[in-house]
């Protein structure tokens, strides 16, 4: 699957609608971005059944502000509609993969407990 682009418009209905969705928060502009792009593209046609998604920094500014992205590239993954992983910077391919195999490794119903238990917590 190539990689779709996300907007303020669709971000919420794609998060919704998939289970896993990488999103590669990136501009133009961005050296670095634009050398993890092929790696991150090669990486989508290799996992059909997970949603690839680029949103580029400049053109959505309100959307990178709502995840307070700070440094591009950023890479966020949504499982469930749960952000389980969030890092700055590129990764290599092998990085990547292995990235990938621990978010479809995750037990989403620990991770929501875990939630459950912090938010009650913060109460």
Partial sequence: MATVTLTQANFEQ???????VIVDFWAPWC???RSFAPVFESTSEKYPDIVFAKVNTEEERDLAGSFQIRSIPTLMI???????????GSLPAEG??????????LDMDVVRQEIAKQEGESK
């Avoid at 794609?14 to 896993?20: H, K, Q, V, Y």
């Avoid at 949504?78 to 700055?88: C, H, N, Y």
């Fill in 14 to 20: 794609t998060t919704a609608d998939n289970d896993l």
């Fill in 31 to 33: 050296g670095p971005c």
């Fill in 96 to 105: 990547l993969e292995e990235v990938i195999g621990k978010a479809k490794g």
């Fill in 78 to 88: 949504f499982r469930e509609q749960i952000i389980i992983f969030s890092q700055a």
